[in-house]
C-alpha cells in the first residue's frame, strides 16, 4: 500500500493563477479530507467527502476554492483565482469507515507571489 | 463544537530524559477518541498513538504513553528515553464518537526540541 499521494509537492504560482492539488487515497477508504496548515491557525478541517459525495464543506474559506471527488480514488481542490493569503501545506486523508485511524498524505506547499 | 487546547507551544528535553506534552479538550460527548500526530520537518503527519474514550486503561506504543484523565478532560503525551528523532511539531485531535469517518479537530500544536 503506497499511502495517501498527493501532488504536487510543491507550487509556487503567481496570484490570480488557478491551482489545482491533486489526491489519491488509500484504497477501499470511503472517507477523504482536504486539511489546510497554516502557521495562524494550525489544522483547518476544509471539506471531506463519503463515497465520493462532499459531506461537509464548511470549511472552504470561500468561493474560490473547490473541491471535487470523481470517483473512489481520486480528489482535487481547486484554488481560482489564487491569492497570496492562500499559501499553505494542504494536506489529504483518509480513512475508513470500521477504522479509527486517519492516514495522511505528504502534503502540498502551496506559495502564492 | 468540541476545541482542544495544547498549551505549551514549545517544549525542549534531553536526549534519553522523559517528556509530558499537554492536551486538554472542552466536549459535551461521552464517546470520543483521542489521538496524537507527530509532524517531523518532512510535514508528514504520522499516527503516534490513540485512546478510546470508554476505555479506562492509559494506551501506550513503546516509548510513547498517555495520561488520560476523562473527568478532568486530559489527554497528555510522555515520551521515554527521548531520542533525536522524537524531534517534531506535536498534535493532540479529537474525534467524535458519531462522527464515523475519522473528522478530526486538532490542536495548534506543540514543538519538541530534543537535546543532545
Known amino acids: 500500500d503506497a499511502g495517501v499521494i498527493q501532488s504536487p509537492r510543491h507550487e509556487v504560482t503567481e496570484m490570480g493563477q488557478e491551482v489545482t492539488l491533486r489526491c489519491k487515497p488509500i484504497?477501499?477508504?470511503?472517507?477523504l479530507f482536504w486539511y489546510r496548515q497554516t502557521m495562524m491557525r494550525g489544522l483547518e478541517l476544509l471539506i471531506y467527502?463519503?463515497?465520493?459525495?462532499?459531506?461537509?464543506d464548511s470549511g472552504m474559506p470561500e468561493d474560490r476554492f473547490s473541491a471535487k471527488m470523481p470517483n473512489a480514488s481520486f480528489s482535487t481542490l481547486k484554488i481560482q483565482p489564487s491569492e497570496p493569503r492562500d499559501s499553505a501545506v494542504y494536506f489529504c486523508?483518509?480513512?475508513?469507515?470500521?477504522?479509527?485511524?486517519?492516514?495522511f498524505g505528504a502534503g502540498s506547499r502551496l506559495t502564492v507571489l | 463544537a468540541q476545541t482542544v487546547t495544547q498549551s505549551q507551544p514549545e517544549m525542549s528535553v534531553q536526549e534519553a530524559e522523559t517528556v509530558t506534552l499537554s492536551c486538554t479538550y472542552d466536549?459535551?460527548?461521552?464517546?470520543?477518541?483521542l489521538f496524537w500526530y507527530k509532524q517531523p520537518p518532512s510535514r508528514q503527519m504520522i499516527l503516534v498513538i490513540r485512546?478510546?474514550?470508554?476505555?479506562?486503561q492509559n494506551a501506550t506504543e513503546n516509548r510513547f504513553s498517555v495520561n488520560f484523565q476523562k473527568a478532568a478532560k486530559s489527554f497528555s503525551l510522555k515520551i521515554s528515553d527521548s531520542q533525536l528523532g522524537d524531534a517534531a511539531m506535536y498534535f493532540c485531535?479529537?474525534?467524535?464518537?458519531?462522527?464515523?469517518?475519522?473528522?478530526?479537530?486538532f490542536g495548534a500544536g506543540t514543538i519538541l526540541r530534543v537535546k543532545s
Open positions: 486523508a483518509s480513512g475508513g469507515s470500521g477504522a479509527n485511524v486517519l492516514t
Open positions: 484504497s477501499g477508504h470511503d472517507y
Open positions: 467527502f463519503n463515497n465520493n459525495v462532499p459531506i461537509d
Open positions: 466536549t459535551s460527548e461521552s464517546d470520543y477518541y
Open positions: 485512546q478510546e474514550a470508554y476505555k479506562q
Open positions: 485531535a479529537y474525534r467524535s464518537g458519531r462522527e464515523y469517518g475519522n473528522k478530526l479537530v
